[in-house]
């Protein structure tokens, strides 16, 4: 989705929404937090599926049994690489160009253990690394905070990613959409111990959204970009196929966070 520095424009999430029985009442598990973050250090045992999808009502939540998360930048991943099992557009891309900058994706990023330079997008409060060495983390950051998170990352040739958060160690925020807009909206979220990213299987209010996060407990969640192009994604089958969740991939698509099981 094309977003400017300066403003949003036409922005999209594909959204999570209660599971089951609206009246049941989930409770995650607690996961330590420190310093308004959240980490999980994942191991996949061999026996789970690559991705596990829940399908409930308004959302698919796909859970993927990753070794290693990575931010894939100018290029999407090949169906052909058998060890990436998901990837989705992650954070903003300001510009329509015909050529690949770093300083073209919303907020300073980790990518492959190097730290870039992205533009500065108004709404970003949010942070998301992974290293093998500290696992996976959620930190409520506005820009001048996001620095150290990233860097620590990098040093540990991790990955990091800005984006707006929604939900942080269970604190709902406003979001950057009035409560009436009705869009498909995504995420990457904390469930319990475990990280997932969510998608609405059809269109819904953004008020409804949020709530639908709430009543499954959400203790983290963070954007993920959307828009017709930015929201071609796709995730591996256990027999090794691939399942296509959009089906037109984007030109200026710039950045995805990528899941590895290897």
Request: glycine residues 8%; hydrophobic residues 35%; contains cysteine.
């Amino acid at each position: 989705m094309r977003i400017l520095s300066s403003s949003l424009s036409a922005l999209t999430l594909v959204c999570m929404i209660s599971c089951g029985n609206e009246n049941a009442k989930k409770t995650p598990a607690e996961v330590s937090v420190a310093s308004m973050s959240a980490s999980v250090v994942t191991k996949t045992p061999a026996e789970k599926k690559l991705v596990e999808v829940v399908q409930c009502d308004s959302l698919t939540v796909y859970y993927p049994n990753f070794t290693r998360i990575d931010l894939v930048t100018e290029k999407m991943p090949d169906k052909s690489e058998k060890n990436v099992i998901f990837c989705c557009a992650a954070s903003f891309t300001g510009e329509r160009l015909s050529e690949f900058k770093h300083s073209n994706i919303g907020g300073d990023h980790v990518s492959g253990g190097q730290y870039y330079k992205g533009y500065k997008c108004g709404p970003y409060n949010g942070v998301f690394t992974w290293s093998k060495a500290s696992g996976w983390h959620f930190f409520n950051n506005a820009y001048k905070n996001a620095v150290a998170p990233l860097q620590k990352s990098a040093k540990e040739g991790g990955m990091g990613v800005c984006q707006t958060m929604l939900f942080s160690n269970g604190t709902r925020f406003k979001g950057c959409f009035k409560p009436e807009t009705v869009n498909r909206y995504r995420a990457l979220c904390q469930i319990g111990n475990r990280l997932c990213i969510v998608d609405c299987a059809r269109p819904l209010p953004f008020g409804h959204f949020l709530d639908g996060l709430e009543k499954l407990g959400v203790k983290n969640a963070q954007y993920c970009d959307m828009g017709t192009g930015w929201n071609y994604s796709w995730y591996r089958q256990d027999d090794g196929t691939v399942k296509e969740l959009f089906p037109t991939p984007g030109r200026y698509t710039t950045n995805w966070i990528t899941f590895y099981y290897e």
